[in-house]
C-alpha cells in the first residue's frame, strides 16, 4: 500500500544521500587521459587563391605597430578617434598595421608585390618575416621573376637585399617609379626626419639598379598588370590593377593604411605621407572608382589577409573583408 502522507522516511532520506553522493561524483573531473602540451607556434603565415589563370599566394612580413594612433592620423578629434575604433573593436592605444605580401603565380611568372621591411627593426621585433613565410609557402626567392615595388619606403623595398647587399631575389627584374627612386635616394630632398628611410633606399636600390626598370602611369608593364600614379603617400606612389582571365583585383599599397581611420572620414591625413593633402586627395578619388566599380581589393596594411572590397558609406567608405575560401 502506498502511504497516505508525503513525508520522506528514513530509508529514503538516505537513499537520496547516496544517489547525491553518486551524482557529485559524475560531475568531478577524472584525471585527464589525452592531455598534450601547447604547441607554442602560430599557424603558417600564407593564404593561397585561384586567381584568374593562375594563383594568388598572400605571404606576411609580419605587424607593424605604429604606436598611439593619435600620433599618426591628424584631422580627427581625440574623440572622434576613440570613438572609431571603440566601435569597430578595435584598441585605442596602437595602431598595429599588417603587411600583406602579393606572390601571384601566372603561369609563365612568379610576381611578388613589395618586399617588406627586411632586417630593420624600426617599429619592433615583429617585422621581417617575408622570407620565411614565403618559404612556409613552399616559394623559393630564387623562383621570383618580378619584384614590383608600389614605392620606396622602408616597409616596401627593406626587403629588397639582404645585410651582405646581396638581392635577395636573384632571378627577379624589379619594378618602380623612377620619381620615386630619385626621390628617396637623394639626401637633399629626404627630411632629416627620414633619414632611416633614406639610408633603407639606398640599400635596397642603388645594388639592383640594373635590374629596375621604371614604371608610369597607365603602363601595362607585365601581362593584365597595369600601373596607377597615386601620388602624395610618396611622390611616385603606384597602385596596380591586376587582371587575369575573369578575375580582376587592385593592389593598393598604401592608398589607405587602416581601414577605419582613413576610411570613414578619407580626408585625414597620415604622418608618413610626403604630402598629406594630396594623398588624402588621391585616397577619395580612387576609393571612390572602387567602390563605384565594386572592385575586389587587396590592402597592403590591413587585417591579414588584406583582401575585400570598399564600398560608400556616408562621407566615407566601410571596408568589407572578403571571407578566406579554404578550398582551391
Not at 639610408?199 to 639592383?208: C, E, G, V
Not at 600601373?227 to 610618396?234: Q, R, V, Y
Amino acid at each position: 500500500m502506498f502511504r497516505s502522507d508525503s513525508r520522506p522516511t528514513r530509508r529514503h532520506a538516505l537513499l537520496g544521500a547516496a544517489l547525491g553522493a553518486g551524482s557529485l561524483a559524475l560531475l568531478r573531473p577524472r584525471d585527464a587521459l589525452a592531455k598534450a602540451p601547447l604547441v607554442g607556434k602560430p599557424a603558417p603565415y600564407f593564404y593561397r587563391f585561384k586567381f584568374g589563370d593562375g594563383e594568388a599566394t598572400i605571404v606576411s612580413d609580419g605587424t607593424l605597430p605604429l604606436g598611439d594612433p593619435n600620433t599618426n592620423f591628424t584631422g580627427l578629434t581625440g574623440d572622434e578617434m576613440k570613438r572609431q575604433l571603440t566601435d569597430n573593436f578595435l584598441p585605442v592605444s596602437n595602431a598595429v598595421l599588417e603587411q600583406n605580401v602579393l606572390i601571384l603565380n601566372t603561369g609563365d611568372r612568379m610576381v611578388l608585390f613589395d618586399t617588406g621591411m627586411g632586417d630593420l627593426t624600426t617599429f619592433g621585433p615583429t617585422t621581417g618575416k617575408l622570407l620565411a613565410s614565403m618559404k612556409q609557402a613552399g616559394i623559393d626567392p630564387g623562383d621570383i621573376d618580378a619584384v614590383v615595388m608600389s614605392h620606396a619606403h622602408i616597409d616596401h623595398c627593406g626587403g629588397n637585399c639582404g645585410p651582405d647587399g646581396k638581392p635577395h631575389f636573384p632571378n627577379a627584374q624589379f619594378y618602380i617609379s623612377q620619381a620615386d627612386y630619385d626621390f628617396w635616394t637623394d639626401e637633399t630632398k629626404v627630411p632629416p626626419a627620414f633619414k632611416v628611410f633614406l639610408d633603407t633606399a639606398r640599400k635596397n636600390l642603388p645594388p639592383i639598379r640594373d635590374r629596375i626598370v621604371f614604371i608610369k602611369d597607365g603602363q601595362e608593364f607585365l601581362p593584365g598588370i597595369t600601373a596607377m600614379a597615386a601620388p602624395g603617400h610618396s611622390v611616385g606612389h603606384m597602385i596596380f590593377n591586376i587582371q587575369s582571365g575573369t578575375s580582376q583585383m587592385a593592389y593598393i599599397g598604401d592608398l589607405a593604411h587602416h581601414p577605419v581611420l582613413l576610411l570613414e572620414k578619407p580626408l585625414t591625413q597620415f604622418a608618413y605621407d610626403t604630402d598629406p593633402a594630396q594623398s588624402a586627395q588621391t585616397r577619395l578619388k580612387y576609393l571612390t572608382m572602387l567602390a563605384e566599380k565594386r572592385t575586389p581589393i587587396l590592402a597592403y596594411h590591413f587585417a591579414w589577409p588584406g583582401l575585400g572590397h570598399v564600398a560608400k558609406q556616408g562621407e566615407g567608405f566601410r571596408y568589407f573583408p572578403a571571407p578566406m575560401k579554404m578550398e582551391m
